[in-house]
């Protein structure tokens, strides 16, 4: 049976990843056949890496979260070689002028996962989900064929997290929306929907039936010793991996502009969807000297393809009410193809550029991707005009509760005054809910807006006090779904200050920003009794966005609402560590690092024991000092505070047991 299992992978491993067969399909399957009868003769002997548990697992009753042994972090953007430019001027800044190489990979349209392995077998697949923790979902991972159950080296890493982003061909994905449509189905909008969606079916029969691949891009958690990142690539591809066949090393940025422009020039000859190219620095050293944003690793940069463009006719617009009561013109479009998605409505963002534009009711006009996401109207066709075309303004109430509609002096956004709104209810609902917020994934808009109009629900607080039968009563619910609903709602009451900050919805706080109050406050009652100078003064926040968290939280209701959200359970992860070199001690940061961003340098602090604030006082215990630094540097020595610099910082932490 071990023999049968090793030979029956390793034709997998030539089939699918070296498209190399050296068997027949009928004598592949002849082996799976006896390998089948020897389990169901020997049933304690099957094991869970055996290539016959790959499709046939009962379906699932919902997903388990599970928390990624590294972060997988976002990429930030770029769009033009002058960009790409900037970006390598900072990353050669940074590592003072020294030669660097970079590998270019394609950036694949499809569902990013983390794949673990112990001793060398495939234990965990999980879906990326916010990048801090996605979703368990092992059983239909293991029904993908170019995923390798077990390692093909010997004295594999234990435990070893690979990153990989799960696909559909073209070919595949028509494949699948004929067969949709022959049972009465909606169609998938693109590949990387299908994609995502398939790996999200409860039943991995469904799964299997879709014919998923994928292209490993890198290590996640890892004891490897490893210095580049194309050694990682050849490791992997080692191990049984499949790795993109196109991607490079490159010595210039001058050699990665012209690969993405070659790529670009023939990206609809691939067999797959890509929508640019993932630019990485080579060097590990250099990318921990690099480091990473809250966000983004600083060493790595998706360079996108041009935005590609199509002309349809606008068949309406439509103003939408946001959570904050912003009213948004929305053009209604003909149905068109653009990057692959079809496209039915776009933004106009405001009154200001739909004028700008001149976009008008019954105008042809030419669309595209945003960044190949986001559907904008770049112009109308003028020339197109037949006379019949009318102009559209912006409407004196609310579409959605009949409220003035008011847009103040200076602002761009018109909005509606009723804070009680039905439409900005439900959109702080769905942004509560959301996935960087409390990331109750079973509520989405549809169930949002049956249980507001069935008065189940208020107000986010609401939410918690759901029970099974009258969920269960709901359209198209019943007792299983309520019960995933539930399962959901209760997972959302273990959270982050972070996130609930950002779950709140107050204005011009986004992640980031609740990162830092987070950060600095620690709790959410120390941020709700913060004075307007103490929130200004938090490096990275300013006086316009410590204005709206102050009276955010001068509101009444806004108050009720936490509280009652802490008496409903909600609760957030307390401080990881309350010992070592810098407990009890305050330490507040000023200038550019070089090691480190600020954030890095702010959790070092929070890591081991230390506690981290905004503005130098009598409460400073230690300011660290970098290039640069601001007033905090002054007012430290008029105190008597005693500074270091960054490298004395990292002995520190090196002397407590640290590592930086």
Same mark, same amino acid.
């Given at each position: 049976m071990?023999?049968?299992?090793?030979a &029956?992978?390793q034709?997998?491993?030539r089939?699918?990843?070296?498209d190399?067969?050296e068997?027949?399909?009928?004598?592949f399957?002849?082996?799976t056949?006896?390998?089948?009868?020897?389990?169901?003769?020997y049933?304690?002997l099957?094991?869970?890496?055996s290539?016959t548990?790959?499709v046939?697992?009962?379906?699932?009753?919902a997903?388990?979260?599970?928390?990624?042994?590294?972060?997988?972090?976002?990429?930030?953007?770029?769009?033009s070689?002058e960009?790409l430019?900037?970006? =390598?001027?900072?990353?050669?800044?940074?590592?003072?002028g020294?030669?660097?190489?970079?590998v270019c990979?394609?950036?694949?349209?499809?569902?990013?996962?983390s794949?673990t392995?112990?001793?060398g077998r495939?234990?965990?697949?999980a879906?990326?989900?916010?990048?801090? +923790?996605?979703?368990?979902?092992?059983?239909n991972?293991?029904?993908?064929?170019?995923?390798?159950?077990?390692?093909?080296?010997p004295?594999?890493?234990?435990?070893?997290e690979?990153? =990989?982003e799960?696909?559909?061909?073209r070919a595949?994905f028509?494949?699948?929306?004929a067969e949709?449509?022959?049972?009465?189905? @909606?169609r998938?909008?693109?590949p990387?929907?299908?994609?995502?969606?398939?790996?999200?079916q409860?039943d991995?029969r469904i799964t299997?039936?879709?014919?998923l691949?994928i292209?490993?891009?890198?290590l996640?958690?890892?004891?490897?010793?490893?210095h580049?990142?194309d050694?990682?690539?050849a490791?992997l591809?080692?191990?049984?991996?499949k790795i993109? @066949?196109?991607?490079?090393?490159?010595?210039?940025?001058?050699?990665?502009?012209?690969?993405?422009?070659?790529?670009a020039a023939?990206?609809?000859?691939?067999?797959?969807?890509?929508?640019?190219v993932?630019? #990485?620095?080579?060097?590990?050293?250099?990318?921990?000297?690099?480091?990473?944003t809250?966000?983004?690793?600083?060493? %790595?940069v998706?360079?996108?393809?041009p935005?590609?463009q199509?002309?349809?006719?606008?068949?309406?617009i439509?103003?939408?009410?946001?959570?904050t009561?912003?009213?948004?013109p929305?053009a209604a479009?003909?149905?068109?193809?653009?990057?692959?998605?079809t496209?039915?409505?776009?933004?106009?963002h405001?009154?200001?550029?739909?004028?700008? *534009?001149?976009?008008?009711i019954?105008d042809?006009v030419?669309?595209q991707?945003?960044?190949e996401?986001?559907?904008e &109207?770049?112009?109308?066709?003028?020339?197109?005009?037949t006379?019949a075309?009318r102009q559209?303004?912006?409407?004196?109430?609310?579409p959605?509760c009949g409220?003035?509609?008011?847009?103040?002096?200076?602002?761009?956004?018109?909005r509606?005054?009723?804070a009680s709104?039905?439409a +900005?209810?439900?959109? /702080?609902l769905?942004?509560f809910?959301? /996935?960087g917020?409390?990331?109750?994934?079973?509520?989405?808009p549809k $169930?949002?807006?049956q249980?507001?109009? +069935?008065?189940? &629900?208020?107000?986010?607080?609401?939410?918690?006090k759901?029970? #099974?039968?009258?969920?269960?009563?709901?359209?198209?619910?019943g007792?299983?779904s309520?019960?995933?609903?539930?399962?959901?709602?209760?997972?959302?009451?273990? !959270?982050?200050?972070?996130?609930?900050l950002? %779950?709140?919805?107050?204005?011009?706080?986004?992640?980031h &920003?609740?990162?830092?109050?987070?950060a600095?406050? =620690?709790?959410i009652?120390?941020?709700m %009794?913060?004075?307007?100078?103490?929130?200004?003064?938090?490096e990275g926040?300013?006086?316009v966005?410590?204005e709206?968290v102050?009276?955010?939280f001068?509101?009444? @209701?806004?108050?009720?609402l936490v509280?009652?959200?802490?008496?409903r359970?909600v609760r957030m992860?307390?401080?990881?560590?309350t010992?070592?070199?810098?407990?009890?001690?305050?330490?507040?940061i000023?200038?550019t690092?070089?090691?480190?961003?600020?954030?890095?340098?702010? +959790?070092?602090?929070?890591?081991?024991?230390g506690?981290?604030?905004g503005?130098v006082?009598k409460?400073?215990? $230690?300011?660290?000092?970098?290039?640069? @630094?601001g007033? *905090?540097?002054?007012?430290a020595?008029?105190? #008597?505070v005693? !500074?270091i610099?960054?490298?004395?910082f990292?002995?520190?932490?090196h002397?407590g047991?640290?590592?930086?």
């Amino acid at each position: 049976m071990a023999k049968l299992r090793q030979a &029956i992978e390793q034709h997998n491993y030539r089939y699918y990843i070296l498209d190399a067969p050296e068997i027949t399909d009928a004598e592949f399957d002849e082996l799976t056949r006896e390998l089948r009868d020897l389990e169901a003769q020997y049933p304690d002997l099957v094991t869970p890496d055996s290539p016959t548990q790959r499709v046939g697992i009962a379906p699932a009753e919902a997903f388990v979260p599970v928390r990624h042994r590294r972060a997988m972090l976002s990429l930030d953007n770029v769009f033009s070689d002058e960009e790409l430019q900037a970006w =390598g001027a900072r990353v050669e800044r940074t590592l003072g002028g020294r030669e660097v190489d970079f590998v270019c990979e394609l950036k694949i349209d499809g569902a990013a996962v983390s794949l673990t392995y112990e001793d060398g077998r495939f234990v965990r697949g999980a879906t990326r989900g916010d990048g801090e +923790q996605g979703e368990d979902v092992t059983a239909n991972l293991r029904t993908i064929k170019s995923i390798p159950l077990r390692l093909q080296v010997p004295r594999p890493p234990a435990p070893l997290e690979v990153r =990989g982003e799960v696909h559909l061909s073209r070919a595949a994905f028509e494949s699948i929306n004929a067969e949709r449509e022959a049972a009465h189905q @909606p169609r998938f909008a693109n590949p990387r929907n299908a994609a995502a969606g398939s790996l999200r079916q409860l039943d991995p029969r469904i799964t299997a039936s879709r014919p998923l691949d994928i292209f490993v891009y890198g290590l996640g958690a890892a004891a490897l010793r490893l210095h580049r990142h194309d050694e990682a690539l050849a490791w992997l591809r080692q191990a049984g991996f499949k790795i993109n @066949p196109e991607t490079v090393v490159v010595h210039s940025l001058r050699d990665v502009a012209g690969r993405a422009a070659a790529w670009a020039a023939r990206r609809h000859e691939l067999p797959y969807e890509v929508d640019g190219v993932v630019v #990485k620095v080579n060097d590990y050293g250099q990318q921990a000297e690099l480091g990473t944003t809250s966000h983004a690793p600083r060493w %790595a940069v998706a360079y996108k393809f041009p935005a590609e463009q199509a002309t349809t006719v606008v068949r309406g617009i439509e103003v939408y009410v946001g959570r904050t009561g912003a009213l948004t013109p929305v053009a209604a479009l003909e149905p068109v193809r653009v990057s692959g998605v079809t496209v039915t409505s776009a933004t106009l963002h405001n009154e200001d550029e739909v004028r700008r *534009k001149d976009v008008r009711i019954g105008d042809t006009v030419v669309v595209q991707r945003a960044g190949e996401v986001i559907p904008e &109207i770049v112009r109308p066709l003028v020339d197109r005009r037949t006379g019949a075309e009318r102009q559209w303004t912006m409407p004196d109430r609310c579409p959605a509760c009949g409220s003035t509609v008011v847009r103040p002096e200076g602002e761009v956004v018109a909005r509606c005054v009723n804070a009680s709104c039905p439409a +900005q209810v439900l959109g /702080r609902l769905i942004h509560f809910c959301s /996935r960087g917020a409390m990331n109750i994934d079973r509520l989405g808009p549809k $169930l949002l807006m049956q249980l507001l109009a +069935q008065r189940l &629900i208020a107000g986010p607080d609401d939410l918690y006090k759901l029970s #099974k039968d009258p969920l269960a009563a709901l359209e198209r619910m019943g007792e299983r779904s309520a019960q995933n609903v539930l399962n959901s709602i209760d997972g959302g009451r273990r !959270t982050t200050l972070a996130r609930l900050l950002y %779950a709140l919805g107050i204005r011009h706080v986004g992640g980031h &920003i609740a990162e830092l109050l987070a950060a600095r406050f =620690g709790s959410i009652e120390a941020i709700m %009794a913060a004075p307007f100078g103490e929130v200004r003064d938090v490096e990275g926040v300013g006086p316009v966005i410590a204005e709206s968290v102050h009276l955010f939280f001068q509101q009444p @209701p806004n108050v009720r609402l936490v509280r009652n959200l802490l008496a409903r359970g909600v609760r957030m992860a307390a401080p990881q560590m309350t010992t070592g070199v810098l407990a009890g001690r305050q330490v507040v940061i000023t200038g550019t690092l070089e090691k480190f961003s600020r954030i890095q340098a702010e +959790q070092l602090v929070r890591d081991h024991g230390g506690t981290v604030g905004g503005s130098v006082s009598k409460k400073t215990d $230690l300011l660290v000092v970098g290039s640069d @630094p601001g007033s *905090k540097l002054e007012r430290a020595e008029k105190l #008597k505070v005693k !500074t270091i610099t960054e490298a004395e910082f990292v002995e520190l932490l090196h002397a407590g047991g640290a590592q930086p």
